[in-house]
């Protein structure tokens, strides 16, 4: 079964880059969120989109920025990256807004900022 | 403040045991709570959902309770196995997201 593709798998950026990383859910779902887990951490809630449109925010700095196409992918873009960036992205998937039911997980993109 | 509370120290279990696993929140009246798995460096997975009306649910050697006067869950895995190590998260709904513990370490040994 397809599952959430994102890319890259890994980054490695230097301050005060810009990075720019991208989700693709599983096919027929219509909601992605984005999640920030630091080492040893849980995972930290970003953002979300329902259907193209911003759905929730979470602990996301105003550096960052997120969107959702028409096909559904999604892009996270990070700006003026700070050491205190690194870390695991993950995106994750849902239908029907994922609350009431299970999140997809993609396999992440570990950031590093040097 | 609102707080998803699991033991931060690893439970570390014989094969063949049931291993059980905490989770407690404070100031939450969630509909529904969740177990996924995570592997290290890799996404969690979603293991079970369980929602506020159901006391108890079971899947293949996998059952989580849900006592919301208790505010807690528990997850147990009966007849563990060394591949169920891993860190075992439980996810609450707050306020339209799904909000994470920090997680359990899990290791069973041969």
């Not at chain 1, 720019?20 to 920030?36: A, G, M, N, S």
């Amino acid at each position: 079964a397809a599952g959430v593709i994102q890319s890259p798998r890994h980054l490695i950026k230097e301050k005060r880059e810009t990075a720019t990383l991208k989700c693709y859910p599983i096919p027929r779902h219509d909601t992605v969120y984005w999640y920030q887990q630091g080492p040893g951490q849980d995972p930290q809630f970003l953002i979300s989109f329902y259907e193209k449109m911003q759905s929730d925010k979470g602990s996301i700095p105003d550096r960052f920025s997120a969107q959702q196409f028409s096909d559904y992918h999604s892009e996270l873009n990070m700006s003026s990256l700070e050491l205190g960036d690194s870390a695991l992205y993950f995106c994750a998937s849902s239908s029907d807004r994922g609350i009431s039911y299970e999140q997809y997980f993609g396999p992440g993109t570990r950031l590093t900022v040097t | 403040s609102q707080k998803i509370e699991q033991n931060s120290e690893a439970l570390n279990i014989q094969e063949g045991k049931t291993a059980t696993l905490t989770c407690n929140y404070t100031n939450y009246s969630p509909a529904y709570l969740q177990w996924y798995r995570q592997d290290p460096g890799r996404g969690p997975v979603f293991l079970l959902l369980i929602r506020e009306n159901e006391k108890e649910k079971r899947k293949e050697r996998l059952k989580v309770t849900f006592d919301t006067t208790l505010k807690q869950s528990l997850f147990h895995i009966t007849a563990s196995q060394p591949a169920d190590s891993a860190t075992y998260l439980c996810a609450l709904e707050g306020f339209q997201k799904l909000v994470f513990g920090t997680g359990t370490r899990l290791l069973v040994s041969p």
